[in-house]
């Protein structure tokens, strides 16, 4: 029986796993990330797990709404082990989703830790990564380091300022580049209020997505 998440974990076949150790050492280049480049420039480091997966994580927040969670323990004022706790409820029944595999991915490459996320296992996983967050080596720019990361393209807002991609072009401490990218993703009445006088909002029902 194969390890639990080893590195072959997804290669069937012996060319799949001779092309994936050509290139597992390459840096990486990112076109389309949701991190923020605020709390890249501030070089924040998370307070917890909760914070690091669950705070902007839409894809997570789409799976525990699917599941039935609470609203209160994806965007809500629950705590944050009470919202990590919810997310583990529902992974076990997430295998085979892309959202599994890169959970345990991320528990297991940057915490060293390759226990299955469950109900049963979410208090001993929590424990461990906030010893660990608590320590050296977590904060923003220390990850995107772990990974060689070499661009990293942020989604944002075309009519947002820029100002701290700006500021991370001026640091040259930050070893990585930090590029904007657009996304449309307002309401309509975000677009009248920004375009009143668009035709095509006017002639159109259209959402901004």
């Known amino acids: 029986m194969k ?3 080893d590195k072959d974990f997804l290669l069937k076949t012996e060319t799949a796993k ?3 150790a050509a290139c597992e050492n390459e840096p990486i280049f990112d076109w389309h990330c ?3 480049p605020k709390e890249i420039y501030e070089n924040n480091a998370p307070d917890d797990l909760a914070y690091l997966w669950l705070a902007g994580d839409h894809y997570k927040w789409r799976a525990m709404r699917t599941f039935g969670i609470d609203e209160k323990y994806i965007t809500g004022d629950a705590s944050g082990y009470e919202k990590f706790k919810a997310f583990a409820s529902i992974m076990p029944y997430l295998i085979g989703n892309p959202l599994f595999h890169w ?3 991320e528990l297991k490459r940057y915490f060293g830790i390759d226990t299955p996320i469950s109900a049963s296992t979410c ?4 424990d461990k990564t906030s010893e660990m967050l608590a320590g050296e080596g977590f904060d923003a720019v ?3 380091n772990k990974i060689d990361a070499k661009i990293l393209c942020t989604t944002d807002d075309p009519a947002d300022t820029l100002e701290w991609h700006l500021k991370l072009a001026a640091d040259e401490s930050i070893p990585f580049k930090t590029l904007p990218s657009f996304i449309i993703k307002i309401s309509l009445a975000d677009a009248e209020n920004r375009m009143p006088n668009s035709a095509i909002i006017k002639k159109t029902n259209l959402l901004f997505i």
């Open 3 to 5: 390890k639990f998440m």
């Open 18 to 20: 001779k092309l994936y």
């Open 34 to 36: 949701h991190l923020s």
């Open 103 to 105: 959970t345990q991915l």
């Open 123 to 126: 208090k001993a996983i929590w």
């Open 142 to 144: 220390s990850l995107l």
